[in-house]
């Protein structure tokens, strides 16, 4: 009777099983050396669908018109779809919330403002969020400086009127804001603890509201953003005494800095920034801040920025996120020293 033998029953056992090692071992190194190129694929081959930019306010207001201005100009040089979605609330921090909650894939982008990105920490003590660690920064987008503006009635005529008259009578003077907690209620504050100067806040129900104030005179003096005075300055019924910025406006040349008039390093801006959830590959994240770097400057979109005194940035992930790490603590310092609150 002959007996029936494995193609491999000759090959000793030792050297069967140094064959298998072998072949394991390079079956390792080859998954080892095909993993880095199906992470860089995945990257490299973004977009392939819908991108969503969540603006966490209204239609209408600065953070939907710059969000627009991106979304359609990312999506033609990235030959993708980007929408923007409007989910408002909360002051933007119920839209940065669920940005925060979707998959960290490059396909949900918040474009945040001063206010749910650094002002909220400090104003909410149950905020579900945490800004610095569950964000993946892509870029500092704008700046929206605030102007210090007086009715035309105002006898203030510089930033140093406006300081004397408040150190003489402390808590006299009063300043409007859009609402509580807010970049004019805050703004105004930081000039307050800078100057050393006790001011009297009276919150509105929006911005329009803190205009008329300034145009009737209830009000003293303001800090609000350009655009949002731009009518009233060229009406002649407003007056622009500082920018509360480290440069002037393109449009108000002739409006000096906080700083050039004795407040050094003063700045209060209501920029925006672009953040994706914390865990979004970094080539992803490195892909959407060149696509905003390179939107912004476009002759169409500058000129609708510089229209609403608005100053485009594209500030890399790195930068972005130091200057966002800085604008957290300086608010919060802010809002402990004049003991604000919101539930």
Known sequence: MSLRTSRFSSVPGGT???GLRLALGGAVAAAALVAPWAQAAGPAAYPTKTIRLVVPFSP?????????????????????????ENKPGANGTLGCDQVVKAPADGYTIVLGDVGCMAMAPGLY?????????????????????????VG???????????????????????????????????????????AKVKISHIPYKGSAPSVVSLVAGETDFGFLTAVTVDAQL??????????????????????????????????????????????????????????????????????????????????????????????????????KTANITLD
């Open 16 to 18: 069967r099983r140094a």
């Open 60 to 84: 209408g207001g600065s953070t939907d018109i710059l969000g627009r201005l991106l979304a359609q100009k990312m999506g033609e040089n990235m030959n993708a779809t980007v929408v923007v």
């Open 125 to 149: 003590p149950k905020l579900p969020y945490d800004p610095l660690k569950d964000f993946a920064v892509v870029s500092l987008v704008a700046r929206s400086p605030l102007v210090l503006a």
């Open 152 to 194: 035309t009635q105002s006898p203030f005529k510089s930033l140093a009127d406006l300081t004397a008259a408040a150190r003489a009578q402390p808590g006299k003077l009063n300043y409007p804001s859009s609402g509580t907690g807010g970049p004019n209620h805050l703004g105004a504050e930081l000039y307050a603890m800078q």
């Open 234 to 335: 060229k009406a002649g019924k407003l007056r622009a005494l500082a920018v509360a910025h480290n440069e002037r406006l393109a449009s108000l040349p002739d409006v000096p800095t906080m700083d050039e008039q004795g407040l050094k390093g003063f700045q209060a801006d209501a920029w925006f920034m672009a953040a994706v959830p914390a865990g979004t590959p970094k080539p992803i994240v490195e892909r959407l801040y060149a696509e905003i770097a390179k939107a912004l400057p476009d002759p169409v979109v500058k000129a609708k920025l510089d229209a609403m005194g608005v100053l485009p940035y594209a500030l890399k992930p790195a930068a972005s996120a130091e200057f966002h790490k800085v604008e957290v603590a300086k608010w919060r310092e802010v809002i």
